[in-house]
Antibody, heavy 126, light 110 residues
Framework: EVQLLESGGGLVQPGGSLRLSCAASGFTFNSYAMSWVRQAPGKGLEWVSAISGSGGSTYYADSVKGRFTISRDNSKNMLYLQMNSLRAEDTAVYYC???????????????????WGQGTLVTVSS | QSALTQPASVSGSPGQSITISCTGTSSDVGGYNYVSWYQQHPDKAPKLMINDVSNRPSGVSNRFSGSKSGNTASLTISGLQAEDEADYYCSSYTSSSTYVFGTGTKVTVL
């Protein structure tokens, strides 16, 4: 059974930092790209970042580029999101999600979010 | 990257069919067959309902179907049931190798 369990959320002041973690189990972790998706209170889903199975390729939404860093440790089946220079508008529930993509000739693209964690709440406020 | 456009709300009576639209551009919805749909009940994580425009994952009811025409994708729920009342989001891969979600649609079963 695929399981994703996020942790690390909490209250942080504007300008502060936080690192989210996602523990994965039930599948071959390094065979899948992974992603972070967030949802502000009462709002819709927003894609944040993605990382390839090897960790060699990373992708970011413009809203977090330069402030957030996605990474993974395939030896521990762990996904991370380092969040720096946090702003009030980063307040949200952050979900990690598995991202199966289509791969051909070494290039991967497309995909969808087939399994999601339960989410962890990040609140940025003074 | 702007969010894909969905109607804010759609409603229907039990047993009826409803369709939710998802409009993007040629750089996302129109450019790739990588549109997916998610169902989200209150205070729950999203659940994948449709991937790659029209593929239904194992375990998802065959009352859910997806399609695409040009820059607009659609999710149809047939034989509407009370348990279908939820928020629905579309998502698409983009030409920037990123992903974008729709604005979300609240489905109400009358």
């Amino acid at each position: 059974e695929v399981q994703l369990l996020e942790s690390g959320g909490g209250l942080v002041q504007p300008g502060g930092s936080l690192r989210l973690s996602c523990a994965a189990s039930g599948f071959t972790f390094n065979s899948y790209a992974m992603s972070w998706v967030r949802q502000a209170p009462g709002k819709g889903l927003e894609w944040v970042s993605a990382i390839s199975g090897s960790g060699g390729s990373t992708y970011y939404a413009d809203s977090v580029k330069g402030r957030f860093t996605i990474s993974r440790d395939n030896s521990k089946n762990m996904l991370y999101l380092q969040m720096n220079s946090l702003r009030a508008e980063d307040t949200a529930v952050y979900y990690c999600a598995r991202l199966p993509r289509h791969c051909s000739g070494g290039d991967c693209y497309g995909g969808y979010f087939d399994y999601w964690g339960q989410g962890t709440l990040v609140t940025v406020s003074s | 990257q702007s969010a894909l456009t969905q109607p804010a709300s759609v409603s229907g009576s039990p047993g009826q069919s409803i369709t939710i639209s998802c409009t993007g551009t040629s750089s996302d919805v129109g450019g790739y067959n990588y549109v997916s749909w998610y169902q989200q009940h209150p205070d729950k994580a999203p659940k994948l309902m449709i991937n790659d425009v029209s593929n239904r994952p194992s375990g998802v009811s065959n009352r859910f179907s997806g399609s695409k025409s040009g820059n607009t994708a659609s999710l149809t729920i047939s034989g509407l049931q009370a348990e279908d009342e939820a928020d629905y989001y579309c998502s698409s891969y983009t030409s920037s190798s990123t992903y974008v979600f729709g604005t979300g649609t609240k489905v109400t079963v009358l």
